[in-house]
Antibody, heavy 118, light 107 residues
């Protein structure tokens, strides 16, 4: 059964870089059928698409975050990662990783809360 | 960017009632509209894809319709376990976007 698990620091200081990893189990990240994505949700608010990556390394980033976002993939570890630089309190959110099928997030991780605070 | 506007923002309903949630897109998105259910402290769960296509394992009381700019999620014979926030999501045009959510409370 496919599982996605986010991991990384739960607290990041303002102006620093947020780094998260999504570990995929029960399926190969190198499958040609899927993309892999990051979505976030500020506390009590709605969902925002951050970006996505194909196993080959091809990426798409939301223009609202593009200057600060990097998504990468490590096929040897069956993982993909998110880096968000120069964070502020507005970046405090639950961050979800997901497998993208038919252009939509089909399977989601459980999410991890990242708080930006000094 | 395509903006999705859901209505209502909040609805309080009784069990066995029929519920309709609408999602309007700021421009035509064909049938590239999907519906998710999110319960407190859980990740979103896909209910309907491409406006009306059912998802394996999702109860048949959930159905979707619409195309272009206007879409509807219908829940027939509401059950207590359907208390959640529902989101629409478009994958027609980058950047992909979500509606603001509709919170469903069961009386």
């Amino acid at each position: 059964q496919l599982q996605l698990q986010e991991s990384g620091p739960g607290l990041v200081k303002p102006s620093e870089t947020l780094s998260l990893t999504c570990t995929v189990s029960g399926g190969s990240i190198s499958s040609s059928s899927y993309y892999w994505g990051w979505i976030r949700q500020p506390p009590g608010k709605g969902l925002e698409w951050i970006g996505s990556i194909y196993y080959s390394g091809s990426t798409y980033y939301n223009p609202s975050l593009k200057s600060r976002v990097t998504i990468s993939v490590d096929t040897s570890k069956n993982q993909f990662s998110l880096k968000l630089s120069s964070v502020t309190a507005a970046d405090t959110a639950v961050y979800y990783c997901a497998r993208i099928e038919w252009l939509l997030p089909y399977y989601w991780g459980q999410g991890t809360l990242v708080t930006v605070s000094s | 960017e395509i903006v999705l506007t859901q209505s209502p923002d909040f609805q309080s309903v009784t069990p066995k009632e029929k519920v309709t949630i609408t999602c309007r897109a700021s421009q035509s998105i064909g049938s590239s509209l999907h519906w998710y259910q999110q319960k407190p402290d859980q990740s979103p769960k896909l209910l309907i894809k491409y406006a009306s296509q059912s998802i394996s394992g999702v109860p048949s009381r959930f159905s979707g319709s619409g195309s272009g700019t206007d879409f509807t999620l219908t829940i027939n014979s509401l059950e207590a376990e359907d208390a959640a926030t529902y989101y629409c999501h478009q994958s027609s045009s980058l950047p992909y976007s979500f509606g603001q959510g509709t919170k469903l409370e069961i009386k």
